[in-house]
C-alpha cells in the first residue's frame, strides 16, 4: 500500500475511527437495565432513560438478525462480563476487541504514517479476509440460534 492515500481513503478511515470509538464510549456510557434492554444515564440527574430495541428485523419481523444482542454484549463486555457478553451474541467479545483494534489502526492510517514495511503490507493484506470470517461467523452463530429456538 503507497503511503500517498486519497482523500476518499483517508474520509473512510475517518469515518471507521469515529464509529470505533463512538461505539466503546457508548459501551462504557451505557448502562444494563432493569429488563433486558440497555438504559442511559443522564449525568447530573438520577434518572435513567430506557433505550429502544435498535433491531429493525426484530421489530418489524419478530425475527432476530445476526447481529441481535451486539450492543448489550458490548456493554457486558466494556463491564468485563464475559459470559453475559457471550451470552447476548457469541461474537460479541471478539467484535468488541476488534473495534478496539481499529482505533490504533485507523490513526496509523488516517495519518498516513508509511506503513511501507512488510508486516504493515501483511496486515492490510489480510484485512479484508478477516471481514469475511467475521461475516460468516454472525451468520453462523445467528442460524445457530434460530435453529435452537
Known amino acids: 500500500m503507497d503511503c500517498q492515500e486519497?482523500?476518499?481513503?483517508?474520509?473512510?478511515?475517518?469515518?471507521?475511527?469515529?464509529?470505533?470509538?463512538?461505539a466503546i464510549a457508548l459501551s462504557l456510557i451505557v448502562q444494563p437495565g432493569t429488563s433486558s434492554g440497555l438504559e442511559l444515564s443522564v449525568p447530573g440527574l438520577a434518572t435513567r432513560?430506557?433505550?429502544?430495541?435498535?433491531?429493525?428485523s426484530q421489530r418489524a419481523l419478530g425475527v432476530s438478525c445476526p447481529g441481535c444482542g451486539l450492543?448489550?454484549?458490548?456493554?457486558?463486555?466494556?463491564?468485563?462480563?464475559?459470559?453475559q457478553a457471550v451470552r447476548f451474541n457469541p461474537l460479541g467479545p471478539i467484535?468488541?476487541?476488534?473495534?478496539?483494534?481499529q482505533i490504533p489502526y485507523r490513526l496509523v492510517e488516517y495519518f498516513g504514517v508509511c506503513q511501507d514495511?512488510?508486516?504493515?503490507?501483511?496486515?492490510?493484506?489480510r484485512l479484508s479476509l478477516v471481514t469475511w470470517f467475521i461475516l460468516a461467523g454472525l451468520i453462523g452463530q445467528w442460524l445457530v440460534r434460530m435453529i435452537e429456538s
Open 6 to 22: 486519497t482523500e476518499t481513503e483517508r474520509n473512510e478511515h475517518l469515518w471507521v475511527l469515529a464509529l470505533a470509538v463512538g
Open 117 to 125: 514495511s512488510r508486516w504493515w503490507n501483511a496486515i492490510n493484506g
Open 49 to 56: 432513560v430506557p433505550l429502544p430495541d435498535a433491531c429493525l
Open 71 to 83: 450492543g448489550r454484549s458490548f456493554v457486558a463486555v466494556a463491564r468485563w462480563d464475559f459470559t
Open 95 to 101: 467484535l468488541y476487541f476488534i473495534c478496539v483494534l
